[in-house]
């Protein structure tokens, strides 16, 4: 016989999405489950961190999330913070086990001279930004400047090179911020150089990303930094055949002719920001150049050399790393910026924390894809079947009705599942008055009103 289980989990992103499609698949449980999301808007960095000219990532994920959000064992409690409306001690105590699926809020820093001037931005503010996050919308970014400068090339490095040069046309049919595509069409920016401190056989950006740079219109990229490896040097580097791909792809764009009318991304290869320097905001980036050495066990690394150049550009953003935040109540790994745990369990200096579990980024840290989640909701959630049939939980004190008495008591604003499709409906009709796939409300005030609009249009009927 199933065993009924009343669970919070604290998030609505992927990781905690795909926590929830595991509960309800499982057989051993019979799962209801109260999602709570600081944000009236659910599914997390598939809204706010794709890119928008990625439409069909975010329409896979989205059907599949939908899925499980429907389902009748499953609510939302949208615009609820935890640790602020509501405190894990209160959870533990409302239900048999808590999840955490709260992401990363904060970014690794460069740890240089002149970084704290204005221009130098984290790549995650600027994502939020252009994807409508509500608290990024207000930012500015100065893009009268024709060169920017991005540290670090992984996936959301080229993602931001590819929004700073692509034409304002094409996000025009995206499903990008308004004030983001204001900021866009008075940009000035021509050149963004991309940044990578190691070489192009260990550059972090994957295939489909680097791609898809060719197919900008009017952009040239240019290889710059390190000669491109030969046969022999991939051979001996033992590279997948992921690698090989990318140095074929590399040698392709090398080949390319460039344009002077042209805007250019440039991926400058094993070269390290030193200093940034400008008179009240960053005018220019001092770069130190690495070299390639291998360690003792023919580990390639990075090492820095004396050389230095100097690189004009009027904004920087740094795409080194997301990094999980501290989480009131629970304990917490400064070095490695997630919520302590082992495999999933929530532990302390004592041992496991009853019935605390997490998931996502701040279970491992800030690596992966949207998908890598799967697998990571997967050994939590088994993690905690295995200690409810040892009989390891707490035993929830109060019933699902009272729970949702409780919230709406304390904090009047809470955003349910109807009210959070009827703003998913109103920025999808928007957005077919202009052929794109939705206009985002960006702000937490307009979200509310339009799920007090739909509230009171249903007490009507």
Not at 50 to 75: G, M, T, W
Not at 116 to 143: I, K, M, Q, S, T
Not at 158 to 172: G, H, N, Q
Not at 422 to 438: C, H, L
């Amino acid at each position: 016989m199933a065993l009924p289980l009343r669970i919070a989990i604290v998030g609505a992103g992927p990781a905690a999405m795909y926590a929830v499609g595991h509960l309800l698949d499982s057989d051993e449980i019979e799962p209801d489950i109260d999602i709570f999301e600081r944000l009236p808007n659910p599914w997390g960095l598939v809204r706010t961190g794709v890119a928008p000219d990625h439409p069909e990532k975010k329409r896979i994920v989205d059907r599949l999330f939908d899925f499980y959000f429907r389902d009748s064992r499953v609510r939302f409690f949208g615009n609820v913070e935890i640790g602020v409306h509501l405190g894990h001690t209160e959870l533990a105590q409302w239900y048999d086990a808590v999840i955490y699926a709260v992401g990363a809020g904060s970014d690794t820093r460069m740890r240089i001279p002149g970084e704290e001037l204005p221009g130098c931005w984290a790549a995650r503010e600027f994502v939020g930004f252009y994807n409508g996050h509500p608290d990024h919308r207000h930012l500015e970014f100065d893009l009268s400047c024709e060169r920017a400068l991005v540290i670090g090339n992984g996936n959301v490095a080229l993602d931001i090179a590819r929004i700073l040069t692509m034409p304002v046309a094409e996000l025009e049919r995206t499903d990008i911020a308004d004030h983001a595509l204001d900021a866009l069409r008075r940009s000035a920016v021509r050149e963004v150089v991309v940044l990578g401190r190691r070489g192009i056989l260990q550059a972090a950006f994957h295939n489909p990303e680097l791609e898809e740079l060719t197919h900008l219109d009017g952009v040239d990229v240019i290889i710059e930094g390190q000669d491109l490896p030969g046969e022999d040097d991939i051979l001996d580097e033992r590279s997948s055949w992921e690698v090989r791909r990318k140095v074929a792809m590399l040698k392709w764009m090398s080949g390319r002719r460039s344009h002077r009318e042209n805007k250019r991304i440039v991926l400058r290869f094993l070269a390290s920001p030193v200093e940034l320097n400008g008179n009240r905001k960053v005018e220019e980036v001092v770069i130190g150049h690495n070299r390639i050495e291998r360690d003792e066990q023919g580990i390639p690394t990075a090492t820095p050399t004396d050389e230095r150049s100097v690189l004009h550009a009027g904004l920087v953003l740094r795409a080194i790393g997301y990094r999980g935040m501290p989480f009131p109540g629970l304990p917490f790994d400064e070095h490695r910026g997630v919520i302590r745990n082992v495999a999933g369990r929530v532990v302390d200096v004592h041992g496991p924390v009853l019935g605390a579990y997490v998931t996502g980024w701040i279970k491992r840290g800030c690596r992966g894809v949207i998908g890598s989640n799967k697998k990571c909701a997967h050994e939590t959630v088994e993690a905690l079947i295995d200690d409810a049939r040892k009989n390891r939980l707490r035993h929830a004190k109060l019933s699902k009705d009272t729970v949702a008495t409780l919230i709406k008591r304390k904090h009047p604003d809470v955003v349910s599942r109807a009210d959070w499709l009827a703003i998913d409906r109103s920025e999808k009709d928007a957005g077919r008055v202009t052929a794109r796939p939705r206009i985002k409300k960006t702000d937490i005030p307009s979200m509310l009103a339009c799920a007090r609009d739909h509230a009171l249009i249903s007490k009507s009927i």
